[in-house]
């Protein structure tokens, strides 16, 4: 969605109710604004108060072979890694395994993939997910 007012002052434009911007327009000659919105498939998680979030990280980032994602399991759970490209699209499902209360991490290897920025979801099977974003170099 996509709504501009304008009033004697300002320049008010909406874009999908996520970036508002005012413009003095008497300021300005010219206004070039590109916008765009990404999509990735992946619910907003909310750091606060919420008891489903894993905290994940991962380096080197950016790579260009491996990088290692770290987490602190506060459960023994199995987990899951999903990877989306920014388009939204599921890229890489791969099942982890089964892992112990305390912090540890995986090597995540981009088989494949091109060079480019993702996103990742790390998911336990208790329903406590991070999310994180990498960076693939040639």
């Known amino acids: 969605m996509y709504s501009t007012s304008e009033d004697e002052d300002f320049v008010t434009s909406d ?3 996520d970036t508002l911007l005012h413009l003095a327009p008497k300021s ?5 604004l590109r916008l765009s919105a990404v999509n990735t498939g992946l619910d907003d ?7 489903s979030f894993l905290e994940v990280s991962n380096s080197p980032n950016p790579f260009s072979v491996t990088t290692h ?4 399991s506060e459960e023994n759970t199995n987990y899951t ?7 939204g699209n599921r890229v890489s499902t791969q099942k982890i395994g089964f892992y112990t209360t305390g912090n540890h991490y995986i090597t995540f290897n981009r088989m494949g ?7 990742y979801k790390l998911k336990s ?14």
């Open 81 to 87: 890694l999903e990877v989306f490209d920014m388009t």
């Open 45 to 51: 998680i909310h750091r606060n108060n919420d008891k």
């Open 15 to 17: 874009y999908l109710t």
């Open 125 to 138: 099977s208790t329903d406590k997910s991070g999310i994180g974003r990498f960076v693939i170099a040639d």
């Open 28 to 32: 300005l000659k010219t206004i070039d």
């Open 69 to 72: 994602i770290h987490f602190a």
């Open 113 to 119: 993939l091109t060079p480019g920025i993702y996103i």
